[in-house]
């Protein structure tokens, strides 16, 4: 609407100048005399005049209607072609003018996107920053069926979204995240409006994000990435309801994937999108390791490290500014002096952990060279980057924009699966294992997670027959879907969630309630058929006799 | 003083004196009614409407809005006189002046209260 009236009011001069030259003109022509077929003179009425000036002005042809004109006539025509040609060039040229002008394109594609954000009616979040954490989280949730909408400072980056090849249309704003007016045109104050994710490079930005979220709407989840401690507990002071702090959950990654590679494995899996093959799992040496880099990434992974009571030898090329440990090396790690004096020779691993990826790779290089049998971890700073990461032959590559996406993306999109993670713990080794062998058993086509809620709604089927007092345990739909797919495994439900009450692994014989939530993880089909025996009282039947047939076996 | 107001206001009253003008008279009585007076009335009123373009309060709002209903009727009133004459062929009797001046009188009533709006803001801005 502000573009309309602006363009309104623009084109004020333009439109009283074309009104005047009009009026002028059919005026000269009513009062001027002229003659008719049989040479009596005669007056032009205003319905001839009006006609005659409306294609003289435009077309300057037709002839001289409706008799031919006399001297007078073509001398008062002969001015009015003139200026009529130069009111619509001028007309012409103030909207052209204003068509290109940069407030009134910005309004234009203000309007736009206000107009795109009314329009959506699911539950959409607003992603504040478009960079490669941006991009991933904008992926991932439209993958899922999740509607958003994008703000980002730069144009280039708005363009980049507008050319993405996304299923369902992102509206993109090039705002300034810190003003208000921005969250609000981006539809923070709408009635779907679920949430608000801050993920900008710059935790300032982020921290005023969370803020005008809770302020102008405490109702909504605001998920906000810090990469400063200090910020991040002033966010947290205000409610702001997930921090993600990239270093951190990276140093934490880190450790589990030394600890306990089962456990690394497991959240790697689960969280992947879905569709993508199980990885390999990785068995990290034990022994002592190289740290390269000790900024923020580095103190952190330290710090998991030595509580992991693993030794770590550091390199860094500004001790003193860092802050680091006496017997740090001083160096970059990029030169093979530097590595041998930290004893790369002897060591189990590196890990190359600095801010700058062409470093990283050098320090890779460098020490593959004098030690091939090195278990490698690199930092990965920027997306554009991973063709080089993958040639790499790298063990284990910690994307930071890939991390903290994946965190939000678990959170949101599947808060079982993420209270699932929290509760995974690296304590028994071999839980993990046999849980990770589960898990690859049960996803044949790459790991899937779903949520089956037993209610009314979601599987009419399942909810009438309990609230009927059938007794129907977790195996009797199991092993049905098991018997109608025709795969070796069953799908593993990894979490029952009800009341007062959250279950890991539930055991095969767990009787079902209403208002049950399970995570299940395995092969599409297998969720499709899940679905189907809880909706179709035939199916559930078929399923119950099942069951009752053959005694209850262990599944697992 | 400033330029842009006068001219504002001058066309708003302009529009209404020619409008009322051309009114003026018996209703069924073509020679009180000169189409000069017609179509002074319909320029300045439709140079009275672009001048209000543009303005986003509500007060501009409900002033562009008159000056489009005035602007309506007397576009009606020049039609109904043109088709009537030219196209039907009909001799401008007493009939016709009446719709034609009927319609113009509507524009009478829009223009008025633009001014009396006018007058409104302007003792609003006293204040």
Same mark, same amino acid.
């Given at each position: 609407m502000?573009a309309f009236?602006?363009?309104?009011?623009?084109?004020?001069?333009?439109l009283?100048?074309?009104?005047?030259?009009?009026?002028?003109?059919?005026?000269g022509?009513?009062l001027?005399p002229?003659?008719?077929?049989?040479g009596?003179?005669?007056?032009m #009425?205003?319905?001839?005049a009006?006609?005659?000036?409306?294609?003289?002005?435009?077309?300057?042809?037709?002839?001289e209607?409706?008799?031919?004109f006399?001297?007078?006539?073509?001398?008062?025509v002969?001015?009015?072609?003139y200026?009529?040609?130069v009111?619509w060039?001028?007309?012409?040229?103030r909207?052209i003018?204003?068509?290109?002008?940069?407030?009134f394109?910005?309004?234009l594609?203000?309007?736009?996107?206000k107009?795109?954000?009314d329009r959506i009616?699911?539950?959409?979040?607003?992603?504040?920053g478009?960079g490669?954490t941006?991009?991933?989280?904008?992926?991932g949730?439209t993958?899922?069926g999740?509607?958003?909408?994008?703000? #980002?400072?730069?144009?280039q980056?708005?363009n +980049?979204?507008?050319l993405?090849?996304?299923?369902?249309?992102?509206p993109?704003?090039?705002?300034d995240?810190e003003?208000?007016?921005?969250?609000?045109?981006?539809?923070l104050?709408?009635?779907?409006?679920?949430?608000?994710?801050?993920?900008?490079?710059?935790?300032k930005?982020?921290l005023k994000?969370?803020?005008?979220?809770?302020?102008?709407?405490?109702?909504?989840k605001?998920?906000?990435r810090?990469e400063?401690?200090d910020?991040g507990?002033?966010?947290?002071?205000f409610?702001t309801?997930?921090?993600?702090?990239?270093?951190?959950?990276?140093? +934490?990654?880190?450790?589990?994937a030394?600890?306990s590679?089962?456990?690394?494995?497991?959240?790697?899996?689960?969280?992947?999108p879905?569709?993508t093959?199980?990885?390999?799992?990785?068995f990290?040496p034990r022994?002592?390791w190289?740290?390269?880099?000790?900024g923020?990434?580095?103190?952190?992974?330290?710090?998991?490290?030595?509580?992991?009571?693993?030794e770590?030898t550091?390199i860094?090329?500004?001790?003193k500014?860092? #802050?680091?440990?006496?017997d740090t090396?001083?160096?970059?790690g990029?030169e093979a002096?530097t590595?041998r004096e930290a004893n790369?020779e002897?060591?189990?691993g590196?890990?190359a952990g600095t801010d700058?990826?062409?470093?990283?790779?050098s320090?890779i290089?460098?020490?593959?060279?004098?030690?091939?049998d090195?278990?490698?971890v690199?930092?990965?700073?920027?997306?554009?980057?991973?063709?080089?990461y993958?040639a790499?032959g790298?063990?284990l590559?910690?994307?930071?924009?890939?991390?903290?996406?994946?965190?939000?993306?678990?959170?949101?999109?599947?808060?079982l699966l993420?209270?699932?993670?929290e509760?995974?713990?690296?304590?028994?080794?071999?839980?993990?294992?046999?849980?990770?062998?589960?898990?690859?058993g049960a996803?044949?086509d790459?790991?899937h997670?779903?949520?089956?809620?037993?209610t009314?709604?979601?599987?009419?089927?399942l909810?009438v027959?309990?609230?009927q007092g059938?007794?129907?345990?977790l195996?009797t739909?199991?092993?049905?879907?098991?018997?109608c797919?025709?795969?070796?495994?069953?799908?593993?439900?990894?979490?029952?969630k009800r009341?007062?009450?959250?279950?890991?692994?539930?055991?095969?014989?767990?009787?079902?309630?209403h208002?049950?939530?399970?995570?299940?993880c395995?092969?599409h089909?297998?969720?499709?058929?899940?679905?189907w025996?809880?909706?179709?009282?035939?199916?559930?039947?078929?399923?119950m006799?099942?069951?009752?047939?053959?005694?209850?076996t262990?599944?697992? | 003083m400033n330029?842009?107001k006068?001219l504002?206001?001058?066309?708003?009253?302009l529009?209404l /004196?020619?409008?009322f003008?051309?009114?003026?008279?018996?209703i069924?009585?073509?020679?009180?009614?000169h189409?000069?007076?017609?179509?002074?009335?319909l320029v300045v009123?439709?140079?009275? /409407?672009?001048?209000?373009?543009?303005d986003? /309060?509500?007060?501009?709002?409900?002033?562009?809005?008159a000056?489009?209903?005035?602007?309506?009727?007397?576009i009606?009133?020049?039609?109904?006189w043109?088709?009537s004459?030219?196209v039907?062929?009909?001799?401008?009797? /007493?009939?016709?002046?009446?719709?034609?001046?009927?319609?113009?009188?509507?524009?009478?009533?829009?223009?008025v209260?633009s001014?009396?709006?006018l007058?409104i803001e302007t003792?609003?801005?006293?204040?």
């Amino acid at each position: 609407m502000p573009a309309f009236f602006l363009a309104l009011r623009r084109l004020r001069g333009p439109l009283i100048t074309l009104i005047s030259v009009y009026a002028v003109a059919v005026l000269g022509l009513t009062l001027i005399p002229g003659v008719d077929g049989e040479g009596d003179p005669v007056r032009m #009425d205003f319905f001839s005049a009006f006609y005659f000036v409306s294609f003289m002005g435009s077309t300057i042809g037709f002839g001289e209607l409706p008799y031919p004109f006399t001297a007078g006539q073509r001398f008062w025509v002969t001015v009015c072609i003139y200026f009529s040609v130069v009111a619509w060039l001028y007309s012409i040229g103030r909207a052209i003018a204003l068509a290109q002008e940069p407030a009134f394109r910005q309004a234009l594609t203000q309007g736009a996107f206000k107009r795109a954000v009314d329009r959506i009616h699911d539950p959409f979040y607003i992603i504040c920053g478009y960079g490669d954490t941006g991009r991933l989280l904008v992926e991932g949730f439209t993958e899922r069926g999740k509607r958003t909408t994008v703000i #980002d400072l730069e144009q280039q980056r708005i363009n +980049d979204l507008e050319l993405a090849a996304l299923e369902i249309y992102v509206p993109g704003l090039c705002a300034d995240a810190e003003h208000p007016a921005s969250l609000i045109a981006a539809g923070l104050n709408d009635i779907h409006c679920a949430g608000v994710i801050a993920v900008t490079s710059n935790d300032k930005i982020n921290l005023k994000v969370a803020i005008t979220s809770k302020l102008l709407q405490p109702h909504l989840k605001v998920i906000c990435r810090s990469e400063i401690h200090d910020v991040g507990i002033n966010m947290e002071s205000f409610g702001t309801d997930h921090i993600v702090n990239p270093f951190d959950i990276f140093a +934490d990654r880190l450790a589990t994937a030394l600890h306990s590679p089962a456990n690394y494995i497991i959240r790697r899996w689960l969280t992947s999108p879905s569709g993508t093959p199980l990885s390999e799992p990785l068995f990290p040496p034990r022994g002592r390791w190289i740290l390269c880099g000790y900024g923020r990434f580095g103190k952190a992974v330290d710090r998991f490290l030595s509580f992991e009571g693993v030794e770590a030898t550091i390199i860094e090329v500004d001790p003193k500014h860092t #802050d680091a440990p006496y017997d740090t090396i001083v160096g970059r790690g990029t030169e093979a002096v530097t590595l041998r004096e930290a004893n790369v020779e002897q060591s189990a691993g590196i890990i190359a952990g600095t801010d700058d990826d062409t470093n990283n790779l050098s320090i890779i290089m460098t020490a593959r060279t004098i030690n091939p049998d090195l278990f490698i971890v690199a930092r990965q700073n920027r997306q554009r980057n991973s063709a080089l990461y993958e040639a790499a032959g790298i063990h284990l590559v910690m994307q930071r924009s890939d991390i903290i996406a994946r965190t939000i993306i678990t959170r949101i999109v599947n808060p079982l699966l993420a209270e699932f993670l929290e509760l995974l713990t690296d304590d028994d080794m071999e839980w993990s294992n046999l849980l990770a062998t589960r898990i690859s058993g049960a996803c044949s086509d790459g790991a899937h997670t779903w949520n089956l809620s037993i209610t009314r709604a979601r599987c009419p089927a399942l909810a009438v027959s309990l609230y009927q007092g059938a007794g129907i345990s977790l195996s009797t739909i199991l092993d049905e879907a098991q018997k109608c797919s025709g795969e070796k495994a069953a799908p593993l439900p990894l979490l029952l969630k009800r009341e007062n009450d959250t279950m890991m692994l539930p055991e095969p014989s767990t009787l079902l309630q209403h208002g049950d939530q399970i995570l299940f993880c395995g092969t599409h089909s297998a969720e499709n058929l899940i679905t189907w025996i809880a909706g179709n009282l035939n199916a559930l039947e078929s399923a119950m006799q099942g069951a009752a047939e053959t005694p209850a076996t262990n599944s697992a | 003083m400033n330029l842009q107001k006068v001219l504002f206001a001058f066309f708003i009253m302009l529009a209404l /004196t020619l409008n009322f003008g051309f009114v003026m008279g018996e209703i069924n009585n073509p020679s009180h009614h000169h189409v000069y007076e017609l179509f002074a009335a319909l320029v300045v009123s439709l140079i009275a /409407t672009v001048m209000k373009f543009g303005d986003r /309060t509500h007060m501009g709002a409900v002033l562009l809005a008159a000056s489009l209903v005035a602007d309506l009727q007397l576009i009606a009133a020049a039609v109904v006189w043109g088709i009537s004459v030219r196209v039907m062929e009909i001799e401008l009797g /007493t009939g016709v002046m009446s719709s034609i001046v009927s319609l113009s009188g509507g524009a009478v009533v829009a223009n008025v209260i633009s001014v009396v709006l006018l007058i409104i803001e302007t003792v609003q801005a006293r204040r």
